[in-house]
T-cell receptor, first 112, second 112 residues
Framework: AQSVTQLDSHVSVSEGTPVLLRCNYS??????LFWYVQHPNKGLQLLLK??????LVKGINGFEAEFKKSETSFHLTKPSAHMSDAAEYFC??????????FGKGTRLHILP | DTAVSQTPKYLVTQMGNDKSIKCEQN?????MYWYKQDSKKFLKIMFS???????INETVPNRFSPKSPDKAHLNLHINSLELGDSAVYFC???????????FGQGTRLTVV
């Protein structure tokens, strides 16, 4: 059975400092992994995806994530936070059974 | 042009009513989904259709019935609405199951 755990429900960082949003997964097969962002009262937007190609995945808005099979992790990072990054972030896993599981989300707060 | 569009954006209705939410995608995707996002922002897949056929049907009350007249549309009909049905419902589509999904803006359903 697959699952995804976002380790922090809230993360606060100061503007201009690095962002780290943590995600761990479990999957019976080689999973596909995604990060989505949801701004207040908006739909979800894909930030980046991992589908068994390069383990370091670059996404939009300066975000990237590294797939680490040994740690079953897919943490999302950004070198320097902007105020516009304040949003809810979801880690998502899917595998051969076409099951799609969302993490519970991490609310990112950016402090001025 | 909006890739995935859902209507209405807001829906307020009384308990016991029957309502429908429509979803259309113009991306030529084969797979469409309905997700429910509760008040704690937790997203859970409800249904998935691939080429008009149901492929995922999570444990939801049978008061919820998806209908896919063609590949570009997946409507959600809800009978006998209950207070607990209040949530934001998201439609999404992807080229194949388990690939990146494109989301609609959501429909905020409030049952009073």
């Amino acid at each position: 059975a697959q699952s995804v755990t976002q380790l922090d429900s809230h993360v606060s960082v100061s503007e201009g400092t690095p962002v780290l949003l943590r995600c761990n997964y479990s999957s019976s097969y080689s999973p596909s992994l995604f990060w989505y962002v949801q701004h207040p009262n908006k739909g979800l937007q894909l930030l980046l995806k991992y589908t068994s190609a390069a383990t370091l995945v670059k996404g939009i808005n300066g975000f990237e994530a590294e797939f680490k099979k040994s740690e079953t992790s897919f943490h999302l990072t950004k070198p320097s936070a902007h105020m516009s990054d304040a949003a809810e972030y979801f880690c998502v896993v899917s595998d051969r059974d076409d099951k799609i599981i969302f993490g519970k989300g991490t609310r990112l707060h950016i402090l001025p | 042009d909006t890739a995935v569009s859902q209507t209405p954006k807001y829906l307020v209705t009384q308990m016991g009513n029957d309502k429908s939410i429509k979803c259309e995608q113009n991306l030529g995707h084969d797979t469409m989904y309905w997700y429910k996002q509760d008040s704690k922002k937790f997203l859970k897949i409800m249904f998935s259709y691939n080429n008009k056929e149901l492929i995922i049907n999570e444990t939801v009350p049978n008061r919820f019935s998806p209908k896919s007249p063609d590949k570009a549309h997946l409507n959600l009909h809800i009978n006998s609405l209950e207070l607990g049905d209040s949530a934001v419902y998201f439609c999404a589509s992807s080229q194949e199951p388990s690939t990146e999904a494109f989301f609609g803006q959501g429909t905020r359903l409030t049952v009073v």
